[in-house]
């Protein structure tokens, strides 16, 4: 099992800029790669950004020199996303997502979980 807990949403202005934090927490799970996803109103959710275990990371066209991901496994697995330059089309509700992995009766099972949400809204 993983739990997320977020922090770092709220409201700037257009070139500004937000970090996220993501801290993830495994019991009987290995994470793996973990990614940053957003969802505007009447808009699907689409990855933002994304680190996996050994610290390879990939970005969203849109987001490419502006956003940084990164990752903290000191104590407990925590990801950041720092936001610099934002515009008002970045604003959304951006969901933290980890992919872990479970071995049951000797068998890897992956899973998705995700965090509750936090919302950034960049004003003009």
């Known amino acids: 099992q993983v739990q997320l807990a977020e922090s770092g949403g709220g409201l700037v202005q257009a070139g500004g800029s937000l970090r996220l934090s993501c801290a993830a927490s495994?019991?009987?799970?290995?994470?793996?790669?973990i990614g940053w996803y957003r969802q505007a109103p009447g808009n699907q959710r689409d990855l933002v950004a994304a680190i996996s275990s050994g610290g390879s990371t990939s970005y969203a066209d849109s987001v490419k020199g502006r956003f940084t991901i990164s990752r903290d496994n000191a104590q407990n697995t925590t990801v950041y996303l720092q936001m610099n330059s934002l515009k008002t089309e970045d604003t959304a509700v951006y969901y933290c997502n980890a992919q872990a992995t479970t071995i049951i009766f000797g068998i890897p099972l992956k899973h998705d979980y995700w965090g509750q949400g936090t919302q950034v809204t960049v004003s003009t």
């Open positions: 495994a019991t009987t799970s290995s994470i793996n790669a």
